[in-house]
């Protein structure tokens, strides 16, 4: 009952479904089908020895009817000879035989039924298991792809990191910029203050009379007494 049950687990129930709840799907499938091979040479082993019943139950019964075949034959021959009693002991074993014989054709035709139930079972575990096999090829291609874009999503995520940390470098970097330009700014008005402060003085005395207007302020005071 273990086999044929692990047997109907895997062909009715959901064999990706199960899958979905392993760790490693290519694994899993792997040990479902050591499990099925198993479980194959299981059910050829049981197949055999179910058919072999069959065949012994088929010498048993004819063997019998062979036997009663001969009863009869000896029969006929005694009464031919005359010989009733003989004929009478004749028939008296071939209606055992008959007996038996019933009770061999039952017991062969329910090893025939068991057989080619056995045989029935054994040619499907096979034809699914090829068709498993060639599931297990194509599931585990797809496990494949789904491990490339695992890692593809992995190198995204870090790639996306980067570019984060490229864009803290540009803020920094525009922030430095900026307090450059500041300092600079500053250093400028500074300069430009001192070099207002020396032009005012320099135009205090850029400013002064000529020398002209100190002859002629001269010249008017002598004039006025001055």
């Known amino acids: 009952m273990g086999i044929i049950q ?4 895997i062909m ?23 499990n099925l091979e198993s479980d194959l040479g299981k059910v050829k082993a049981e197949t055999a020895s179910v058919m072999a019943e069959e065949t012994r139950a088929k010498r048993e019964l004819d063997e019998c009817e062979e036997e009663i075949d001969k009863l009869q034959q000896y029969a006929e021959k005694a009464v031919i000879a005359g010989n009733d009693a003989d004929a009478k002991q004749f028939l008296a074993q071939k209606a055992q035989m008959v007996s038996k014989q019933e009770a061999l054709k039952q017991a062969y035709d329910a090893a025939a039924d068991n057989a080619a139930k056995m045989r029935q079972m054994h040619d499907k575990l096979c034809k699914d298991i090829a068709e498993l096999d060639a ?3 194509a599931i585990k291609a797809k496990v494949k792809v789904a491990k490339t874009q695992e890692r593809l999503n992995k190198i ?3 790639v996306d990191g980067a570019r984060s940390n490229l864009s803290a470098f540009d803020r920094m970097e525009a922030k430095a910029n900026k307090m450059l330009d500041e300092a600079n700014a500053m250093a400028e008005l500074n300069r430009s203050s001192q070099e207002s402060s020396l032009d005012d003085l320099m135009s205090k005395y850029d400013s002064q009379p000529s020398s002209q207007v100190d ?9 006025l007494g001055k």
């Open 6 to 9: 692990r047997f109907k687990d």
């Open 156 to 158: 995204g995520a870090s």
């Open 215 to 223: 002859d002629e302020l001269a010249a008017l005071k002598a004039k």
């Open 12 to 34: 009715s129930s959901n064999i990706n479904a199960l899958l979905d709840k392993a760790e490693d799907p290519e694994k899993m499938i792997d040990q479902y089908m050591r």
């Open 135 to 137: 599931r297990r090829d």
